[in-house]
């Protein structure tokens, strides 16, 4: 099999109070795009980033020590015309896709081993970790608890077989669908999706003390 990845990386760096896209914000001195790309590289021959289309040249340089094909591309107004815009730049060659975001740069790449080998049973995985906090719906009719037993927090990255995958953007993008992933516009399209074991590690840097953890991380690793 044949696997390419898309990684979003189109993203503003407003909630981490910084001046330039957050995923070219460093973290050891490595931007978090270059971390989350070299990490697919081991295990993909083919890598698309998508970015913001002001900061291509600064995103090119910062993935281009990366010894495997990475190709960097302009994203979207929002993460899934990102993901389509990536998935038009991956090789019509390529069976299985994995969708990753760069904000979760230290995710181990065991989770996309397992991912992948889930692919066997189904038309797309998602990673999935146990909800721990106690969760509740809100609206005008009041506070619903929820069973927490039957509820995930969906990470990244995800894996798809690529006919699937082009097909549930295909038609989004002539339906008028929106997911708030991946998983879910497949699930919208009729197609199976499975699950997999992912991992705290997987944490998505939103705010600065998400930088911290990582930077302390890795000063003591």
């Keep these: 099999m044949t696997v390419a990845a898309v990684v979003t990386a189109a993203g503003s ?6 001046d330039l896209p957050k ?26 980033v998508t970015a913001p289309a002001e900061h ?6 910062a993935v281009a ?11 979207g107004d929002t993460r899934q015309q990102s993901v389509a815009l990536g998935l038009a730049a991956v090789s019509d060659t390529a069976d299985e896709i994995l969708v990753h975001d760069a904000a ?12 992948l080998a889930a692919l066997e049973q189904a038309d ?8 721990v906090d106690t969760v509740v719906s809100t609206s005008d009719a009041g506070v619903v608890y929820l069973d927490r037993s039957a509820l995930g927090a969906v990470q990244t990255p995800q894996a798809f077989r690529a006919e699937a995958l082009r097909d549930a953007h295909a038609r989004a993008a002539a339906e008028g669908l929106e997911g708030t ?20 590690q997987g944490r998505k840097i939103t705010y600065p003390e998400d930088l911290d953890h990582f930077e302390h991380r890795m000063a003591t690793a």
């Design 104 to 115: 979760r740069a230290f995710m181990p790449i065991a989770v996309a081993g397992r991912a």
């Design 56 to 61: 291509l040249d600064a995103f090119r340089e």
């Design 23 to 48: 995923a070219l914000v460093p973290v050891a001195g490595t931007p978090l795009v270059a971390w989350a790309a070299s990490s697919l590289a081991s295990v993909c021959e083919q890598v698309v």
């Design 124 to 131: 797309g995985v998602i990673p999935v970790l146990p909800v």
């Design 13 to 18: 760096g407003t909630r981490l109070g910084r």
């Design 181 to 200: 992933d991946d998983g879910s516009l497949l699930v919208a399209c009729g197609y199976t999706l499975a699950t997999c074991e992912g991992d705290p």
């Design 65 to 75: 020590h990366i010894a495997a094909d990475v190709t960097v591309v302009a994203g």
